[in-house]
């Protein structure tokens, strides 16, 4: 018969037995519950900006339907100028002040939950784990915002390369967290002696997930930028072998990773089917004429556009006869017939326009995905200022022409339209585009080079045989050309007009301090720009130094390059 100190130790025993088991399940819980409320933090910054965006609307449509008279509004108007006059202004390492306040609010999310209800029993076991579940997480954020049909785009208004930014922000935040996971998991390993574990499956393909991680941030920071058709289908198949290699890591349904897993990637795929989809929809019957443009541009003209496309907002191309497995985003010029213009960098752009060079006027089978992105209502405000470097001018000019059409016979806006541009011969990839803006009454057009003409004249007007048996060189890619093919894009024509740019750079500073300056204060401002950064950087600066609490509302549009 057992004596009372045996009863009492086995008693003793099990009582830590149940007690481990219970510490168990609480900390599994604990673990869940962090990728929940890491979740809910997501959500809950996204729906400050949801709540801000139409906030803003209701307050701006209600002060239109009072022509300006809405006196009570005048106090949340002014709060909202001097907080947006601020989160504009550009940051080092930040498109935006308002990009570095959501990462500062990101940043400050995850520590807290990575730290919240922890279990220091065992610190550096249980560290690790809670940095797992803080990389699967993180994983399920990087996915969401790198969805092309993101809810976003019309909850917010910020499309998905405008969320780019973050979406990089969000994957090397999880390649650190998984960094932290690993070497402490190991460091807690040695410790304890189980260094044995890490020869385990499901441990051994958790490690080459980890590597490819690292690998595929090697590549973004690496070949990005000047390979980036490389860097994109190498991104793709890395993520596709990651969350698998994940999901294996983890596999115990129980634990329920591995279900987040699969959400993560059920979302990916479901996007990648829409998109697939609709480009399969927009083939059928469907045909893009290519024409080759001075200076490495070439137009491209499709017969069927999407509905809901507009000029300034960007779709897919796709044209298998030139590449049949990539699909590449241009800027929307005009829609009746739907227009675009690409610059020549490398890869695909290199590839059609030496296709359009090699026979002018050809037609090949195409598609397109989208459309994509958002654009304020132009036609809405008073003064629009329009600012282009470069390629950029395929989003403005397609603007400035949709506004004239849209205002018809009314005076109510007034357009400033600035292009620069290195080689005067580059005008002439919007020739006629630029002669209906320079007639209209509504737009003054301020034009500028960087460079002097490379021919005799400034702007040299080509007949088609001129075209049939021109070979344009490419012009040399640039840091942020293979990030953003979006960049380029709108129609062109031969035209009888010469234009002659000024030379240099336009001053952005006195221009748009001008047209702030004569505006009455219940005039709409709009200053829309796309370009290289030096330039979206001057454009960012002067407008929060133009929005004041009393004077005309400005607003600020910026499709920057190398999203």
Not at 127 to 147: E, Q
Not at 212 to 217: A, F, T
Not at 382 to 404: E, N, Q, R, Y
Request: hydrophobic content about 45%; some cysteine.
């Amino acid at each position: 018969m057992p004596n009372a100190t045996t009863i009492a130790t086995a008693a003793a025993a099990k009582a830590d037995k149940v007690a481990k088991a219970k510490a168990k399940v609480l900390r599994q819980r604990n673990n869940e519950n962090s990728t929940k409320f890491f979740a809910a933090a997501m959500v809950g910054i996204m729906v400050i900006f949801i709540l801000f965006h139409w906030t803003r609307i209701a307050f701006k449509t209600y002060e239109r339907r009072r022509s300006g008279k809405a006196t009570f509004l005048k106090f949340p108007v002014r709060i909202t100028r001097v907080i947006r006059s601020v989160l504009i202004r550009k940051l080092p390492l930040f498109t935006s002040t308002g990009h570095a306040l959501v990462f500062v609010g990101y940043l400050a999310a995850t520590i807290a939950i990575t730290f919240t209800k922890m279990d220091w029993t065992s610190p550096l076991k249980y560290l690790a784990k809670r940095l797992g579940w803080i990389s699967v997480a993180n994983l399920g954020l990087v996915t969401f915002l790198s969805l092309k049909n993101t809810p976003l785009a019309f909850l917010t208004a910020y499309s998905y390369e405008r969320l780019n930014v973050l979406h990089r922000i969000a994957g090397y935040s999880l390649v650190i967290s998984m960094i932290l996971h690993a070497t402490i998991y190991l460091a807690a390993a040695i410790r304890v002696g189980e260094i044995y574990t890490f020869r385990e499956d499901d441990q051994v393909v958790g490690i080459i997930a980890g590597f490819l991680m690292l690998l595929s941030v090697a590549l973004a920071v690496l070949v990005r930028k000047m390979r980036y058709e490389i860097f994109y289908v190498t991104h793709v198949v890395l993520f596709i072998v990651i969350i698998i290699l994940v999901g294996m890591h983890r596999p115990d349904f129980t634990q329920k990773a591995v279900i987040g897993i699969i959400v993560i990637g059920s979302l990916w795929f479901a996007d990648r089917v829409i998109r697939s989809l609709r480009t399969l929809f927009f083939s059928f019957g469907n045909t893009a004429t290519l024409t080759p443009l001075p200076h490495g541009g070439t137009r491209v003209v499709l017969r069927k556009s999407p509905g809901r496309a507009v000029p300034g907002t960007h779709c897919f191309l796709w044209i298998p006869g030139v590449r049949a497995l990539e699909s590449h985003p241009f800027t929307i010029t005009s829609t009746k017939p739907l227009e675009l213009v690409v610059a020549a960098y490398d890869g695909f752009t290199r590839d059609l326009h030496a296709a359009a060079v090699k026979n002018p006027g050809q037609t090949l089978k195409a598609s397109i995905d989208g459309p994509y992105g958002n654009i304020p209502n132009f036609a809405n405000f008073t003064k629009v200022v329009l600012i282009a470097g470069g390629s950029g001018a395929s989003f403005t000019v397609g603007i400035a022409i949709d506004i004239l059409r849209k205002l018809g016979t009314s005076q109510t806006t007034t357009i400033e339209f600035i292009w620069t541009v290195r080689e005067p011969e580059m005008l002439e990839w919007f020739s006629e585009q630029l002669k209906e803006l320079t007639d209209s009454p509504l737009v003054n057009v301020h034009l500028f080079s960087t460079r002097s003409s490379t021919s005799d004249n400034t702007l040299v007007s080509h007949t088609s045989d001129e075209e049939n048996n021109s070979s344009i060189d490419p012009p040399p890619s640039s840091k942020n050309s293979h990030d953003i093919e979006k960049q380029i894009a709108s129609p062109v024509s031969s035209a009888d007009v010469v234009y002659s740019p000024q030379s240099g750079r336009p001053d952005i500073t006195t221009i748009v301090n001008e047209i702030v300056e004569k505006a009455e204060d219940n005039d709409r401002v709009v200053v829309a720009a796309c370009g290289p950064d030096s330039l979206m950087k001057a454009t960012r600066s002067i407008v929060a130094k133009n929005i004041k609490v009393d004077g005309p509302s400005i607003e600020l549009h910026v499709e920057q390059f190398g999203w």
